[in-house]
């Protein structure tokens, strides 16, 4: 009985998260189409969510790109395609590592950051005091944090393709050999614009899920200290695994299953 | 205020529309997950008074605040505030409804990512068409009327506890509410800050020409200010009158409370 009992409570709890988080979403999108947006604060969490994490999204997606080229550059050679790996780098990165990263990288940065500042907010009454302003706290706190990672997520993507290729390139040239020329030849003769579209609509999307689970998660902390420590976790583990899950769903539909 | 009188023949499920009454809690029943806070709780309030609740900790008084501005709802009965029943209004009607409603917080809860000048001038921004310039001297003036000169580019951190009191109160009533709702507005300040905040609760009634609902459980400042008291207990009020009738009640457990004693019906 008690497993009937867990499941059936844990399944309740479920769809209230998914119904709450899509209000919040609902309400917040609602305020973006009317465009009752708070520019200045927009523009400053633009600076503090996403220009505040460019070196670390620099620096794990150097490491990234020198790693795959290093894994795979002396293999590659080995069997005489040494010209197809700064394609090889190229496509991972623009496609996958570069949005999928940036991501992670900002859902352990900032979503915890968002969770924590507005959890924070709950428990000394700063949100309830919003609401006795009558002001809406998904237009006041939810909307400028949506707006900058939807801004500001593609841009840090952009960044992470480029400074992966880049790292990529170095390590190939280094110990495979592989040119420069060759190198970016390659990756001109494999990636289109349409590639990089596609990872930026990526980078769109994971940035929704971390502003509005972050957001979420801190709107409804209680309890106290431990109750900000929780909703924190709580925004990084559910914002790493949509990610995740979204990344395929999305890779599906915008490539289609295809290989090219 | 002397000649206001409790509202004897006020009924139940009036819908607060009584001239007298500026706001209704009408058999009121509400809990926190499977404890009942309040249950069939009912409490007017005067327009033009000061109604201080008065009761336990813990017993529910700052649930009938958040009830009033309908940050609560309630699971049975109604909450009437000039006449609309807030318990069934929207969320985004609530949200401008509660500009005519000033809440001052325990802790005050002012933005500390804000100076305490932009925190009293935002329900300005949000609620009003006044310039930029307009909104900054009527902040700065609700500021010098709480006793707070030259605090506006200051940040809440850089206040101390009766500041930040006093700063919570001009924000609640920069947009000049028709009530003021204050939350434990005393609770751990030295008596010459609670005298002073008194003194300003009782000052800001007057300036806004408003009703004020007190929590609190400073007696003294109570009785300083109160024009009615009403006593929470075990979620309901079992006691409500002017200042002088609920001192000179008979019911022990009014009595208790008031002397502050540990012998009584209230267990200890």
């Not at chain 1, 590639?195 to 902390?221: E, H, M």
């Not at chain 2, 500009?99 to 925190?119: K, R, Y």
Request: glycine share 10%; hydrophobic share 45%; charged share 20%.
């Amino acid at each position: 009985m008690k497993l009937f009992e867990d499941f059936g409570k844990g399944t309740i709890e479920f769809f209230e998260y998914a119904g709450g988080l899509t209000e919040l979403g609902e309400e917040t999108l609602s305020f973006v189409a009317k465009l009752r947006i708070r520019l200045t604060e927009t523009v400053l969490q633009c600076y503090l969510l996403g220009v505040q994490s460019l070196v670390i999204v620099l620096l794990t997606s150097l490491f990234t790109g020198m790693v795959f080229s290093l894994e795979s550059a002396a293999q590659a050679v080995k069997y005489g395609v040494g010209t197809l790996v700064g394609g090889a780098v190229a496509y991972t990165s623009v496609r996958e590592l570069g949005p999928m990263l940036s991501a992670v990288v900002v859902a352990g940065r900032v979503g915890a950051a968002i969770a924590a500042e507005l959890g924070s907010m709950v428990i000394t009454e700063q949100i309830e005091a919003l609401q006795s302003l009558g002001l809406a706290p998904a237009r006041f706190l939810v909307v400028p944090r949506l707006l900058a990672l939807i801004i500001m997520l593609p841009l840090l993507a952009i960044f992470a393709d480029v400074v992966s290729i880049l790292g990529g390139m170095w390590i190939a040239q280094t110990y495979a050999h592989i040119s420069y020329e060759t190198f970016m030849s390659s990756v001109r003769q494999t990636i289109g614009f349409d590639d990089v579209t596609r990872g930026l609509v990526k980078s769109v999307v994971f940035g929704i899920i971390i502003a509005l689970i972050g957001s979420y998660q801190g709107l409804r902390t209680r309890g106290g200290a431990a109750g900000v420590g929780a909703a924190t976790t709580g925004a990084v583990v559910i914002s790493i695994i949509l990610i995740f899950i979204s990344n395929f769903v999305l890779s599906y539909i915008l490539y289609g299953g295809s290989t090219g | 205020m002397t000649d206001l009188r409790p509202l004897e023949d006020a009924q139940d499920g009036d819908t607060g529309q009584d001239d007298r009454l500026i706001a209704r809690v009408d058999n009121v029943t509400m809990r926190y997950g499977d404890k009942i806070v309040l249950e069939d709780c009912s409490l007017d309030v005067v327009k033009g008074a000061i109604t201080c609740v008065i009761g336990l900790s813990g017993a529910g008084k700052s649930t009938i605040l958040r009830l009033l501005n309908g940050l609560r709802r309630p699971e049975r009965g109604h909450v009437y505030v000039k006449g609309f029943d807030i318990c069934h209004m929207p969320e985004r009607e609530l949200i401008d409804f509660r500009s005519a409603i000033g809440f001052a917080f325990q802790f005050a809860a002012l933005l500390d990512s804000m100076t305490v000048g932009e925190n009293v001038a935002l329900p300005l921004h949000e609620h009003t068409r006044m310039s930029a310039e307009e909104i900054g001297e009527t902040a700065e003036a609700t500021l010098d009327s709480v006793g707070l000169e030259n605090t506006y580019n200051m940040f809440p951190s850089e206040l101390s506890g009766g500041m930040l009191k006093r700063a919570g109160f001009a924000r609640a009533v920069v947009t000049n509410p028709d009530i003021v709702l204050y939350d434990e507005p005393t609770t751990g300040l030295d008596p010459i800050i609670t005298n002073l905040l008194t003194d300003t609760i009782k000052h800001l009634r007057t300036k806004l020409n408003g009703t004020a609902v007190v929590i609190s459980h400073d007696l003294h400042s109570i009785y300083m200010m109160a024009d009615y008291i009403a006593m929470l207990y075990e979620g309901a009020i079992i006691a409500y009158g002017p200042t002088d009738e609920i001192r000179r009640s008979t019911n022990p457990i009014v009595q208790q409370f008031l002397q502050g004693s540990e012998v009584g019906p209230i267990p200890v």
